[in-house]
């Protein structure tokens, strides 16, 4: 598949590209936040907001200048005025963190909405909260494990059967991740990925490929072909990483310097 990147007018200002609500991070996954907020705007998104804890935004706040953090308190004005919601990396499965996802499902209108790692973990133990209309979710297989009730080795035997089964089921596009991960549409088309190496096998890596399915979502792609892409980068990176760190030295922080070689290749 020929991907492009999205446009990039020149007549522009950061608005013109995005504005991403990254719900994100808890007292001992800080790190969460800090990768999925800096891959969406690496990726060419104009602003990312990280709602999270007071603790997360001190830890986040000296590490990088580029973000804009907000309280949990502002949690639902800040839903209103974002054009993508990210949420889940991170956040924990604590009794504090399911009521801030259901506040936030409950609160968010008719923008595209990423929902990765401890946020499928919630919904897999509350699949009767509302989901929006706009929605991709990012599960491995240990997560769609729980979110279909199957267990993981039959999930690995039939990925893109089950990528359909989480579409069908939640109505979203589905990223069930893998060494070769498939991107199955609300339709069930399915995409199968052929970037990556074992330089991805890291932690933190899950919270970049959310941050940059995001970014790219703000960018006004489409949700399926986001995915696609964010997919197809994020593998990119990896490949291109392990040229200067190997397969064994690629953190997931180096795969984010590296996202602006893998959109150089599609320019």
């Not at 509350?126 to 990012?138: A, E, V």
């Not at 589905?174 to 074992?198: A, F, M, P, Q, W």
């Amino acid at each position: 598949m020929d991907f492009k990147m999205p446009e990039r007018v020149q007549d522009s200002h950061k608005g013109t590209f995005g504005r991403v609500l990254n719900v994100s991070g808890s007292d001992y996954m800080m790190g969460a936040a800090y990768l999925s907020s800096l891959s969406a705007l690496t990726v060419g998104c104009g602003y990312v907001f990280l709602c999270t804890s007071e603790r997360v935004i001190d830890a986040v706040a000296a590490q990088s200048q580029n973000v804009v953090f907000c309280p949990l308190s502002d949690l639902e004005n800040q839903v209103n005025s974002a054009d993508v919601l990210l949420i889940g990396c991170g956040l924990s499965t604590s009794e504090q963190a399911a009521s801030i996802f259901e506040r936030t499902m409950n609160s968010v209108g008719d923008i595209p909405v990423v929902i990765d790692a401890d946020g499928l973990n919630i919904l897999a133990q509350h699949q009767d909260i509302k989901l929006p209309k706009k929605l991709i979710l990012t599960p491995h297989p240990k997560e769609a494990s729980r979110l279909l009730g199957v267990d993981v080795q039959t999930i690995l035997s039939d990925m893109e059967h089950w990528a359909k089964e989480i579409s069908r089921k939640f109505s979203c596009v589905t990223v069930l991740k893998s060494h070769r991960t498939v991107v199955c549409s609300k339709n069930l088309e399915i995409y199968v990925n052929n970037t990556g190496c074992s330089a991805l096998a890291k932690a933190g890596s899950g919270d970049v490929l959310a941050g940059i399915i995001a970014g790219l979502l703000a960018q006004k792609c489409e949700e399926y072909y986001a995915a696609e892409l964010g997919v197809y980068l994020h593998g990119l990176c990896g490949d291109i990483a392990k040229n200067d760190l190997t397969e064994y030295g690629v953190l997931a922080s180096d795969q984010i310097r590296f996202i602006p070689y893998a959109i150089k290749s599609l320019l």
